[in-house]
């Protein structure tokens, strides 16, 4: 009986769960991070009663907060995106390569969706899509 999965090769489902076990705790991490930039956000924006050294320092701590919000936003999508490629069976393979990805680096970054090479290549702006 011929499945439209039978090409895939299977993942452990062990290892998945401990990778989706893995994404769920670093998203919960992410999220209370980036609750806790949101609120320090909010106070540096209350300057009324800042004389002008505060508020020197509190416009580099607001750059530094949109900077590691950034960039923790998009790791908090490519959890989001992992998770749901658990669920339809893609996890685990480069999504432009389609190559499969070592347990080294789905252990380093459960979240990736490239292996090295398209993982340098999408850095530089060379991937498509
Ligand atoms: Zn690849």
Redesign the pocket.
């Known amino acids: 009986m011929p499945t439209s999965t039978a090409r895939v090769p299977k993942r452990n489902k062990r290892e998945l769960e401990k990778h989706r076990r893995l994404l769920e705790q670093k998203k919960a991490e992410l999220s209370s991070e980036l609750a806790k930039a949101r609120t320090a956000e909010e106070e540096s924006n209350d300057e009324s009663t800042q004389d002008i050294a505060d508020k020197a320092v509190s416009s580099y701590t607001r750059e530094f907060l949109y900077s590691l919000t950034d960039g923790e936003r998009t790791v908090l999508l490519q959890i989001d995106e992992a998770l749901g490629r658990i669920d339809d069976g893609t996890y685990g393979f480069?999504l432009?390569?389609a190559?499969v990805l070592s347990d080294k680096r789905l252990n380093a970054v459960p979240w990736t969706p490239?292996?090295v090479?398209?993982q340098e290549l999408s850095e530089k702006g060379l991937l498509e899509g």
């Open positions: 480069c432009n390569c190559t490239y292996c090479d398209c």
